[in-house]
């Protein structure tokens, strides 16, 4: 499994312990960084959604973990994009739960609120239980065989009612979108590493 981790300005002190307890929890996993890091254009929970819709859409990874302050603006945002369907997920159980029965490829983290004193510790907790395998079995035991089905039924609608990444992208300002393109890093990993060749041709028209 390749695994990006990127998550919105809000929350760049909260980066590289989002990146270490990823990797630490995904054991046999590749776990890239995308930040956002210190000095980099401020991003907002949209922006960074976008990205996330970039990274799964191209084929460049295949799940994303990341976060803003609340978890909730991402996860809304998140699946409000084609290709992407992505859990709230502030407690293990939660995560546990996304990551047997909804056949998930995002996870959204809230890394502001309620990250007081443990937060990091909640934090551990909840990633290990998201990564825990086998993914994808359904729960409870009694129930996976429908869990299983229905999950395929949710990614069959989505897939109905969603438009494509491109036309998001076309859709929306340049003003907007612009930045999302600047960020060298992420575009040339996906432009080597996607699998999906006209998500790929319509980024390589737009990088400089």
């Not at 590289?16 to 046999?28: G, H, M, S």
């Not at 990633?127 to 089905?149: H, W």
């Not at 979108?177 to 028209?205: D, S, W, Y």
């Amino acid at each position: 499994m390749k695994i990006a981790v990127i998550q919105a300005s809000t929350q760049i002190a909260r980066n590289q312990l989002l990146f270490d307890e990823t990797k630490r929890a995904a054991k046999t996993a590749e776990v890239i960084n995308f930040g956002v890091n210190e000095g980099e254009e401020n991003f907002s929970y949209v922006q960074i959604a976008l990205c996330v819709g970039l990274l799964l859409n191209s084929g460049a990874v295949d799940f994303v973990v990341t976060g803003c302050s609340s978890g909730n603006g991402m996860a809304i945002a998140c699946n409000a994009l084609p290709q992407v369907i992505c859990g709230y997920l502030p407690t293990p159980t939660d995560a546990f739960l996304f990551g047997r029965i909804n056949q998930g490829n995002c996870a959204s983290l809230l890394l502001g609120l309620n990250f007081g004193w443990a937060g990091e510790v909640n934090l551990r907790f909840t990633l290990e239980k998201l990564f825990e395998t086998p993914m994808n079995t359904g729960y409870p035991q009694a129930s996976a065989q429908r869990k299983k089905k229905d999950a395929e039924k949710l990614k069959m609608m989505k897939s109905l009612a969603s438009t494509d990444i491109i036309s998001i992208f076309t859709g929306l300002s340049d003003a907007f979108v612009r930045p999302i393109f600047e960020k060298k890093e992420l575009m040339h990993f996906i432009i080597e590493n996607g699998t999906q060749r006209e998500c790929i041709a319509f980024l390589r028209t737009k990088i400089v």
